[in-house]
């Protein structure tokens, strides 16, 4: 079955870069839309970045620009770069996987039925 695993969060300073990857097993159908997700304390899980096995993506509108979501040709790794981080962006960031919607816009929506989530990495944007 479908198992995610996160890693590259840290601390940096607002205006630093990180890049967060997503280890990614037993993914075999083109169907899935992977992406990444976001939550801070007392605040709603988001959609963040998405991306579908053709390449095709979606980001949320406070991260375009300055976040970039991709995958590598084997798809057995998730990426996620981050630049020009601001404090709002500090939060836990979750790997996720979906074969259950259409694209990836629908991923961020929340519109998945069949996500899996990976364990998440802590990102903290401070000066």
């Known amino acids: 079955q479908v198992q995610l695993v996160e890693s590259g969060g840290g601390s940096v300073q607002p205006g630093g870069s990180l890049r967060l990857s997503c280890s990614v097993s037993?993914?075999?159908?083109?169907?899935?839309?992977m992406g990444w997700f976001r939550q801070a304390p007392g605040k709603k899980r988001e959609g963040v970045a998405a991306?579908?096995?053709?390449?095709?993506?979606s980001y949320i509108d406070s991260v375009k620009g300055r976040f970039t979501v991709s995958q590598d040709n084997a798809k057995s790794t998730l990426y996620l770069q981050m630049n020009t981080l601001k404090s709002e962006d500090t939060a836990m960031y979750y790997c996720?996987?979906?074969?259950?919607?259409?694209?990836?816009?629908?991923?961020?929506?929340?519109?998945?039925?069949?996500?899996?989530w990976g364990q998440g990495t802590q990102v903290t944007v401070s000066s």
């Open positions: 037993g993914i075999t159908s083109s169907r899935y839309v």
């Open positions: 996720a996987a979906d074969d259950g919607v259409a694209n990836p816009r629908e991923l961020l929506l929340g519109y998945g039925i069949r996500t899996t």
């Open positions: 991306i579908d096995s053709h390449g095709y993506t």
